[in-house]
């Protein structure tokens, strides 16, 4: 069995902001399917929205679909913004967020419903914000946000209903509880490291 301490050097490292492929096309591939895997290439966004998915699921997806419909609707709203290139460099709100809410995941703590879609629209408009192309332009940056989209949704929704499904025995719970532990560490990491090199310069 792979240790906890494994694990998130591990999720350390893969979170480490210079590995990150931000916001550049990838090269070799149609621009829809870059798009598509652009979440997965940019670690905050794939922790974030891992998070976020796990939260929704483990509070019960059929007593949060205002949450559901909430990101959705908010994650269209930023990638139209990420078509203007509104906001700058986010990377710290994101992976704070990603802290936060897997701190919240991993203590199971009870939330009203309105907390979750309030949650769910936020980081659906910041992730979606932070998908800009700006190498980009016209019918290109177009069909790489709709992929963009497209993978957003899919990580949520795959996220969302793995918790939903491991949400029956308490043993399933615990397993959903450490993957936001693991996700609320790492994020730290991270944010600890930006925080300490930028102090250091």
């Known amino acids: ?3 906890i301490n494994k694990t998130i050097v591990f999720l350390t490292l893969f979170s480490t902001p ?24 940019v670690p905050a966004h794939l922790l974030l929205l891992i998070a976020l ?38 990377e710290m709100y994101l992976l704070s967020g990603a802290a936060i809410i897997g701190l919240l995941v991993a203590s199971n703590l009870p939330m009203r419903s309105h907390w979750c879609v309030i949650i769910a629209a936020l980081v659906g408009f910041l992730i979606g914000m932070d998908s800009t192309q700006e190498a980009l332009t016209g019918r290109k940056k177009f069909v790489t946000l709709f992929g963009t989209g497209i993978g ?15 949400n029956k025995k308490p043993w399933q719970k615990i397993g959903v509880r450490v993957i936001g532990s693991w996700i609320a560490a790492s994020s730290i990491l991270v944010l600890t490291f930006s925080f300490a090199s930028s102090s250091g310069s």
């Not at 210079?18 to 870059?34: C, L, M, V, W």
């Not at 949450?67 to 509104?86: C, D, N, P, R």
């Not at 949704?153 to 499904?165: C, E, Q, R, S, V």
Request: proline share 2%; glycine share 12%.
């Open 1 to 3: 069995m792979i240790s």
């Open 152 to 166: 957003i949704y899919l990580i949520f929704l795959y996220a969302m209903g793995l918790a939903d499904h491991f």
């Open 18 to 41: 210079q590995f990150a492929a931000a916001h550049s096309p990838i090269k070799g591939i149609d621009n829809f399917y870059s798009g598509l895997l652009h979440p997965v290439f």
């Open 53 to 90: 998915g796990l939260l929704v699921g483990q509070k019960g997806v059929t007593e949060n679909l205002a949450s559901f419909l909430a990101f959705l609707i908010t994650t269209a709203l930023g990638l139209i913004a990420a078509w203007f290139s509104v906001g700058g460099e986010k």
